[in-house]
């Protein structure tokens, strides 16, 4: 059987992967990254469904670490879309020379820790083998889909499409009648896109999203160079930002809204003036909205009446209300998304009066009606956080399984980095850490730097292993868990892949850190200085 030896393995070429094994073996660690997909790129790779956009400025929205990319990459748009994004991701791992370390179409399917000789032994599902004292898992936080469940669905007659799995050479929706099941981010980036282009969309919804609309635009002739001269500026205003990210973008607007008078105190002309002035804007951006669940409720009763504003039909617009709170689910920002149900082609499902009962050779049934399509899209989430390891079969100390751990205790970690009892694996953002509500390049690029800094201390220090301890994990628990108490993060009508409520039968807990990258870093960089405390080196 092939096997092979490294000093580190990385799961993962997508950008936490890149950046891990560039810094690894800039370190002088022997090093390989195992990607399951055919190419590098990660979600970037796999996303490409009509619309696909980051929510970040392009320039912060990209690799800080080296002033030569960020100075070469040329970037066409304020918010970069797909193509622009994965071409980009190929251009650094050229720039870096990092292909040749990289194993393409390897999926890792198993990985055991041996406590004697202190090294993980990894498994492909192709049945290589590879041996390493140290694995990083740069596997991504959103890179399992989540397919549901409806009955019928492999009867469909047509074409069923997942948006996490979009064929790369695209898809023609002319003259074709589609319908698309969810709306969330990737939801909302889709249907005005396909509306354009299909005879007829039929929009499944099950629960409305809060969405503030965006304009996205080509930079003018000069600005990107204006803005790469000042980059030095840019790179530590970012750094400094609670969400990795001072420019606008969906995060720095949830962080901005914290300093606006509460809604409470707001009169009815103040109320009645934010809508009129700035839409579905103006009904969110209270001060308390994030803290209280009545005041959240109020500002969802202005956005309704934004919505109305916009969406011609009163049956359709009050069916794109939602009834979580809003801030409990990722922020979303659209282009023309409510204006898309204006459209002669368009039809909204509401799912709650609704249900879909199932998928048929025709299409789908929903409540007493038959809607006839010719393809059905799927953009119904990720397993997150957590999905990406527990697909491995993950054995620690003593043959115990991350899966099994997880399930039992909840997605627990200390710092989102490491798991008591797996020594010597370290996790890119793992549960616990801030990359939920960030900037993830910004988040990653944190904390690749301290997985390398950390390796380099091991090296140098003759430590051969380093390991959660239970203790700190717990502690590290408590401390996330109560960060986000006060907020209607966890409110029991929220279900989201930040705290796990979109996955059936998922332990819910809620998998970020919310304090900001900044007091995050601080945090992992006083752990450091201090000889890694809460964790055990052996
Ligand atoms: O997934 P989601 P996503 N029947 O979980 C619905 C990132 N991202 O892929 O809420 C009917 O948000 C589900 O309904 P409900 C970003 O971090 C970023 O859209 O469970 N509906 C929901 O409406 C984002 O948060 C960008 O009731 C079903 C939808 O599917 C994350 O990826 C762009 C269903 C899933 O929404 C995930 O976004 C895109 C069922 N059986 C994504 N099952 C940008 O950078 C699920 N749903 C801009």
Not at 105 to 122: G, I, Y
Not at 156 to 173: H, Q
Not at 210 to 219: D, G, M, Q
Not at 263 to 283: L, N, P, Q, T, W
Request: aromatic share 10%; charged share 25%; proline share 5%.
């Amino acid at each position: 059987m092939w096997h092979e030896r490294f000093d580190a393995v990385v799961i993962g070429a997508g950008f936490s992967g890149l950046y891990m094994l560039y810094e690894l073996r800039r370190r002088g660690l022997r090093t390989c990254a195992l990607e399951m997909a055919d190419d590098i790129g990660g979600t970037w790779l796999m996303n490409r469904y009509p619309g696909a956009r980051c929510d970040i400025e392009s320039i912060e929205y990209s690799y800080g670490f080296s002033e030569e990319i960020q100075q070469e990459w040329v970037w066409t748009e304020t918010m970069p879309a797909q193509p622009e994004i994965e071409a980009y991701l190929h251009f650094v791992a050229d720039r870096l020379d990092l292909r040749r370390d990289i194993r393409l179409r390897t999926e890792v399917t198993a990985m055991r820790f041996d406590d004697d000789a202190a090294e993980w032994t990894l498994e492909t599902a192709a049945g290589e083998r590879f041996s390493a004292r140290f694995v990083v898992a740069a596997s991504g936080i959103l890179s399992v889909p989540l397919e549901p469940d409806i009955p019928g669905m492999s009867c469909f007659g047509g074409t069923s499409l997942f948006t996490a799995r979009w064929p790369a050479e695209g898809v023609d929706f002319t003259g074709k009648r589609v319908g698309v099941i969810g709306t969330g981010s990737t939801g909302v980036q889709l249907i005005p896109v396909v509306a354009r282009q299909a005879q007829r969309l039929t929009v499944f919804q099950r629960s409305p999203a809060y969405t503030l609309p965006w304009r996205v635009r080509p930079f003018d002739d000069g600005e990107l160079d204006g803005l790469k001269a000042q980059y030095d500026e840019i790179r530590a205003a970012q750094r400094a930002h609670p969400v990795g990210a001072a420019r606008l973008s969906a995060f720095s607007l949830l962080i901005d809204m914290l300093s606006r008078p509460p809604i409470r105190g707001a009169s009815a002309e103040d109320k009645r003036r934010a809508v009129a002035e700035r839409g579905v804007m103006g009904a969110l951006d209270w001060g308390d909205v994030f803290f209280d669940i009545d005041a959240n409720r109020m500002a969802t009763e202005l956005y309704g009446e934004a919505v109305a504003r916009i969406v011609d039909d009163p049956r359709t617009a009050a069916a794109l209300v939602p009834t979580h709170p809003f801030g409990c689910k990722r922020p979303i920002i659209d282009q023309g998304y409510y204006e898309t149900f204006n459209r002669p082609n368009v039809e909204l499902v509401d799912l709650r009066s609704t249900p879909i009962a199932a998928v048929e050779r025709a299409g789908i049934r929903a409540g007493d009606g038959l809607h006839e399509l010719d393809a059905i899209v799927y953009a119904t989430g990720f397993d997150a956080m957590t999905g990406a390891l527990t697909r491995i079969d993950v054995r620690g100390r003593g043959g115990i399984s991350l899966k099994d751990v997880w399930a039992a205790e909840g997605p627990v970690s200390y710092l989102g980095l490491a798991v008591a009892g797996f020594p010597n694996l370290l996790v890119v953002q793992g549960p616990g850490a801030p990359a939920a509500a960030t900037n993830f390049v910004a988040a990653l690029e944190q904390h690749v730097e301290w997985i390398s800094e950390c390796l380099a201390y091991l090296r140098a220090h003759g430590h051969r292993t380093i390991e959660a301890t239970p203790e700190a994990q717990r502690e590290w628990a408590e401390l996330t868990t109560a960060l986000v108490a006060p907020t209607v993060l966890m409110h029991p009508s929220c279900n989201s892949w930040y705290n796990g409520g979109n996955v059936p039968g998922k332990k819910r807990m809620y998998m970020g850190f919310t304090a900001g990258i900044p007091e995050y870093r601080r945090r992992c960089d006083e752990i450091a200085a201090a000889g890694y405390t809460g964790f055990a080196l052996g």
